[in-house]
């Protein structure tokens, strides 16, 4: 018999294999299509704040004139309020959240038969919408767009209204011009 070397200190680099593809379970064919890679995978970003809170009003005038005397809400253009804030991910960019009644007969809220209706901010509505379709959510109309950004709206299971806002890439999307305000 033989004697046995001692191994020197040195530890061996394990040696380099190819990874083996796990064996597809029975029943399942294996995919002919390469899977993405994880670097280029970019999830769908949805919702990135609240744009504005909306609700219906007897009197949206003399409301607002309640918000102003005690609360210090001042109603701009509109009707509403701004709130101003800067962006997380780019902060030089201002960001709003609308305070704003509407009358109480606007259809703006249909089909829903809530007097309110929240409004979200997104970063890219058309993906977002074509998704929710994919998931079943009632997608209502189409994409309108103005100079103060894209609108889509859904409904939620207990059917509510939410409107969805792209902001345009501008630091002030109302510009304060009268063609800017929505119809009611």
């Known amino acids: 018999m033989g ?6 200190g040195v530890a061996k680099t394990p040696k380099k294999t190819a990874a083996k593809s796990p064996k597809p379970r029975a029943g399942l064919r294996k995919s002919t299509k390469p899977s993405p890679t994880r670097a280029s995978v970019t999830p ?3 919702v990135t704040g609240i744009g504005g809170i909306f609700f219906k009003a007897d009197d949206p005038k003399q409301l607002m004139q309640w918000y102003r005397k005690h609360l210090g809400i001042e109603a701009d253009t509109y009707g509403g309020w701004s709130f101003q804030w800067r962006e997380k991910r780019r902060a030089q960019r201002i960001g709003y959240t609308v305070f704003s009644p ?3 007969g606007s259809n703006y809220f249909d089909p829903s038969e809530q007097p309110y209706m929240f ?3 997104v970063a890219d509505l058309r993906s977002l919408l074509a998704q929710l379709r994919r998931e ?3 997608v209502v109309d189409e994409i309108q767009e103005f100079s103060y950004g ?3 709206w859904i409904i939620d299971p207990e059917g509510r209204k939410i409107e969805l806002w792209e902001p345009p890439d501008s630091d002030d999307p109302f510009g304060g011009s009268e ?3 929505r119809k009611e």
């Open 3 to 8: 004697t046995r070397r001692k191994k020197s």
């Open 44 to 46: 769908l970003v949805r």
């Open 102 to 104: 509407f009358e109480k």
């Open 179 to 181: 063609e800017t305000k």
């Open 136 to 138: 079943g959510v009632h």
């Open 119 to 121: 409004n979200f901010r």
């Open 150 to 152: 894209k609108f889509g």
